[in-house]
């Protein structure tokens, strides 16, 4: 099926918003790591009023190693993204109807049994069951769910 176009309006804004998320999320992670840095090097310098190049060095070299973990969220949150841009300029979505394999209480995550994830909606809580029917409308990454509804 294609996609009408207030789907893909709603696609493009979730593209925006992930970008938009990913881009505070990163800017909030790196002050972190420099306010962390910096009240380490005011404390040494009260305790001591001693700040040697080595020390300063080795609160660089922490910075830079706390970074690994940015680089990686960053990837992750890009690989989702461009699912989502991949969905949009095919302009697909998948619907069907199917009964439930399992429900992750934890997660909210339900999977059918063709394999597909989908997330259970607030209206959903606690009425779904193994066996139920599903109605779904999902994007074919399965990164955006327009619909799920219990058929």
Partial sequence: MTLTE???LTL???????IAHRKKQILNFCLY????ILISLILRYWNSENITSRIIFAHIL???LMLIPISFAYYLSQRTINKLKTDLRNGKKIIGIEKVKSINFFNRTITLANGIKVYETSDMHKKI????LIKYT???SNEYQFDCIKN
Avoid: A, Q, V, Y
């Avoid at 493009?12 to 992930?18: D, H, L, Q, R, Y």
């Avoid at 069951?129 to 139920?132: A, I, L, R, V």
């Fill in 33 to 36: 790591i420099i306010g962390g």
């Fill in 6 to 8: 207030k789907e893909k």
């Fill in 138 to 140: 999902i994007s074919p």
């Fill in 62 to 64: 922490i910075g830079f």
């Fill in 129 to 132: 069951k193994k066996g139920d």
């Fill in 12 to 18: 493009e804004k979730e593209i925006e918003s992930n």
